[in-house]
């Protein structure tokens, strides 16, 4: 598909409503935060000594986010565990938060089990489900949203809720302390700039047509580069990866040798709030990419702020993965290769 602007044709392609849940993205962001800061958490909440957060696939998308925005400032030892059972260090002191927008994801239900044996304080995010029944059952405090404003039900497009809201639950909780106002002056900029974003996305991606997107990023950023990486895999149906500076910098330059005239393509996510260390190494290795004679596409964010900065990043590789999906003429919502593998793992 070439016309991204035929909407009978879209709707042919997407018919559970990927485009329509990804234009309501800035929509569902301001609302689960304005949601999530209703939600009252016992104060005994900010004694905790270590945090593990449990979930699988985009229900992570918080956790990789949130480690990426706090940095070197994250005030106390952090976890994630995507498999079924909780490390044999988490006791009292340990809040696991377990998020699963569907809420019935048997590996964070199992984690879920092991908080009640090990005693661990808990916080949940989802949707419904046994996870949310769990949460009442045991008295847990829960953000449980209604979706409404991801109309299509994927999950990866339920970024609003399971990013903003994991943020807001463990601000509540004073576990990570965040002004209201810094993300509220955030998000009131990405409404004044998201359409531009996605002109953006719908012109960028005629570029990653029959190549493999290689991404590049830092710092607060390194969070994005997964949920881009996975929105490519899931939605784009193509093959992505992603590498963080400046670990990259320490392997990845001699792997740029081979092979020759590969379908690589490196995508640049670039700030100004990169610390000046990794501005340096970021046009270094752009420097090197090139001298190994291979594409390079850049993203520089235009934010005020840190949190500007993963909004962009979030809605541009949400636009971008969209549409890189429909000239493909694949249905963005479906995956169909993860239910095979789902429906032969159970039966």
Known sequence: ??????????????????????????????????????????????????????????????????????????TFPTETVTDYHLPEYAKEDTLVVLTSYSGNTEEVLSCAEDTLVKKCKALILTKGGRLAEFAKKNNVPAYVFDGKLNPSGVPRLG???????????????????????????ALIRL???????????????????DKIPVIFCAEHL????????NQFNETSKTFSAYYLIPDLNHHLMEG???????????????SQDY?????????????????????????????????????????YGSYLSLFVALRYNQNPAINPWVDYFKQNLSS
């Open 256 to 270: 740029l040798q081979f092979p020759n005239n590969s379908k690589l393509v490196f995508l640049i996510i670039d």
């Open 222 to 229: 390194s969070g994005n580069a997964q949920i881009l990486r």
């Open 275 to 315: 610390s000046p260390k990794a501005r340096k190494r970021v046009e270094l290795t752009k420097d090197v990419i090139l001298k190994n004679n291979h594409e390079i596409l850049e993203f520089k964010t235009s934010g005020q702020t840190i949190y500007d900065d993963f909004l962009e990043v979030l809605i």
């Open 1 to 74: 598909m070439q016309d991204l602007n035929n909407t009978d044709e879209i709707k042919k392609l997407d018919p559970q409503g990927t485009y329509e849940s990804t234009d309501l993205m800035v929509k569902q962001l301001k609302g689960a935060w304005k949601e999530v800061n209703t939600i009252k958490i016992p104060s005994d909440y900010k004694n905790v000594k270590k945090v593990v957060f449990c979930g699988m696939g985009a229900s992570i998308y918080g956790a990789l986010v949130l480690k990426a925005l706090l940095g070197k400032n994250i």
């Open 191 to 209: 409404g004044d700039k998201y359409q531009d974003l996605k002109k953006r996305a719908m012109v960028d991606s005629e570029k990653y047509l």
């Open 159 to 185: 970024n609003g809720y399971s990013v903003l809201g994991l943020i807001g639950l463990l601000n509540n909780a004073g576990i990570i302390s965040i002004e209201d106002k810094q993300i509220d002056e």
